[in-house]
């Protein structure tokens, strides 16, 4: 049973930083993509970023683009999501995916982590 494991959201100010973590167990592919998705309070969906195991290429949001960087550690099955420059319009519950591509059907979700931004 694939499990993830979020941590490393909260409150920050505007122009702030964050990290999420994203620790993956249970799975045995050789090929996954994992990252995150995002729910805004005004209940949108919107995928933000993803990584691939096999190459290690990445895909961002538009609005995100140069703000926030995603990484993998391939010996610990964790993802790594770094968010700087931070601006209210991120605030939503984040949620790290896993799957064979960076789309939300089939996938595996983690718990979600809230992240607002505010002064």
């Known amino acids: 049973q694939v499990q993830l494991v979020e941590s490393g959201g909260g409150l920050v100010h505007p122009g702030g930083s964050l990290r999420l973590s994203c620790a993956a167990s249970g799975f045995s592919y050789d090929y996954y993509v994992i990252g995150w998705f995002r729910q805004t309070p005004e209940n949108e969906r919107e995928r933000v970023s993803c990584?691939?195991?096999?190459?290690?290429?990445?895909l961002y949001a538009d609005s995100v683009k140069g703000r926030f960087t995603i990484s993998r550690d391939s010996a610990t099955h964790t993802a790594y999501l770094q968010m700087n420059n931070l601006k209210a319009e991120d605030t939503a519950v984040y949620y790290c995916?896993?799957?064979?591509?960076?789309?939300?059907?089939?996938?595996?979700w983690g718990q979600g982590s809230q992240v607002t931004v505010s002064s």
């Open positions: 995916m896993m799957n064979v591509d960076c789309q939300t059907y089939g996938a595996y």
């Open positions: 990584i691939s195991s096999g190459d290690d290429s990445t």
